[in-house]
């Protein structure tokens, strides 16, 4: 598809959240590569959040890209290290995005459903992930 990484990144975010049920936020943050070990919030569909820019190691988003590991939360009121994007949120995925074996963006989804994630969804946004990442 033609169009700017914005766009396409955008487009992503979109499809999934209208395409999967339980996928009620869906979005992108992106590693600062001026200031490095920082998330700025790139394209998403769903609600406006305040968690613009999140420093490496803070919420589910900072610990993935701190450990460079998927992390699957079940019950987000049941972890002290969560940074809350609405109170109907239950349960969050979050995948590490690299190139050229350096983490460079994140792919993160938020669901009103408790424990909405599973293998199958990881194996499948580990997919997405891999697209994502010959596009960025
Ligand atoms: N819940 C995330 C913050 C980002 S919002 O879900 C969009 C976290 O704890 O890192």
Do not use: M
């Not at 766009?7 to 943050?29: A, M, N, Q």
């Not at 001026?34 to 998330?39: F, S």
């Amino acid at each position: 598809r033609q169009g700017t990484l914005t766009e396409k990144l955008g487009d992503i975010c979109r499809f999934l959240k209208k395409t999967v049920p339980g996928y009620d936020w869906v979005g992108f943050y992106l590693v600062d590569l001026t200031k490095e070990r920082e998330l700025i919030l790139g394209p998403f569909d769903g609600e406006p959040t305040e968690h613009v820019r999140i420093p490496f190691g803070r919420g589910i988003c900072g610990q993935a890209a701190e450990s460079e590991k998927v992390l699957i939360v079940e019950d987000v009121s049941k972890n002290i290290n969560y940074l809350s994007c609405g109170i109907k949120v239950k349960s969050e995925i979050v995948l590490p995005i690299w190139k050229e074996k350096k983490i460079v963006a994140e792919l993160d989804i938020d669901s009103h459903t408790a424990s909405a994630f599973d293998a199958n969804d990881q194996a499948f946004l580990e997919q997405v992930c891999d697209i994502v990442s010959r596009i960025i």
